[in-house]
């Protein structure tokens, strides 16, 4: 069975940091793309990085360019997130999401991210 | 890509169908996602039309144009949920709409 777990959500002060994991079972992490798409409360789903399967291309959405790194580390089929210059506006709810043939079809449960001070 | 358009609300009665719209999908690779509250969002459509194994076939999907639509037919009470609509042209080309809300009377 598929699943993903992440997990490192927590409280955080505006401008800090925080490291969100994501680890897969049931499948290998080297086979797919990996994103994350984050949920404001009360709001929308929102594309936030992806990396391709060997690690080596990455990608951010506008919003959190230079802020935040996408990385993964196949043999232990697990993908970060680095946060960084944490804002208000970064709280909410991480999904890591397994791409497959042009759409996510796994998703995980989610991880919340708490920014206030 | 820009955001895509989805109406805020939907509702239909037990046994209506409802049918949810998505403008602005450019590229084909258009999904649709149902996510209950407090759940991660599950896919329920991709490639446009396709339903992936165990996926009810009362839902339906469809493209026109730059406009996507999910059908849901035979309306139950369980279907009342948040639909995503997603257009997919790659790693740095995501587009995901605003969601509906959709309420079974």
Redesign the interface.
């Known amino acids: 069975e598929v699943q993903l777990v992440e997990s490192g959500g927590t409280l955080v002060q505006p401008g800090g940091s925080l490291r969100l994991s994501c680890v897969g079972s049931g499948f290998s992490l080297s086979n797919h793309a990996m994103h994350w798409v984050r949920q404001a409360p009360g709001k929308g789903l929102e594309y936030v990085s992806a990396v391709s399967a060997d690690g080596g291309s990455t990608y951010y959405a506008n919003s959190v360019e230079g802020r935040f790194t996408i990385s993964r580390d196949n043999s232990k089929n697990t993908l970060w997130l680095q946060m960084g210059s944490l804002r208000p506006e970064d709280m909410g709810v991480y999904y890591c999401a397994r791409v497959n043939s042009n759409k996510y079809d796994y998703w995980g449960q989610g991880t919340l991210v708490t920014v206030s001070s | 890509q820009s955001a895509l358009t989805q109406p805020p609300s939907a509702s239909g009665s037990p046994g209506q169908s409802v049918t949810i719209s998505c403008t602005g999908t450019s590229w084909y ?1 258009v ?1 649709w ?1 149902q ?1 209950h509250p407090g ?5 329920m459509i ?2 446009v039309s396709n339903r ?1 194994s165990g996926v009810s076939d009362r839902f339906s999907g469809s493209k026109s144009g730059n406009t996507a639509s999910l059908t849901i037919s035979g309306l139950q009470a369980e279907d009342e949920a ?1 639909y ?1 609509c ?1 257009s ?1 042209g790659g ?2 080309s ?6 509906t809300k959709l309420t079974v009377l």
């Open positions: 690779h999904s996602y996510q759940k991660a969002p599950k896919l991709y490639d992936p948040d995503y997603t997919y790693s740095n995501v587009a995901f709409g605003g969601g």
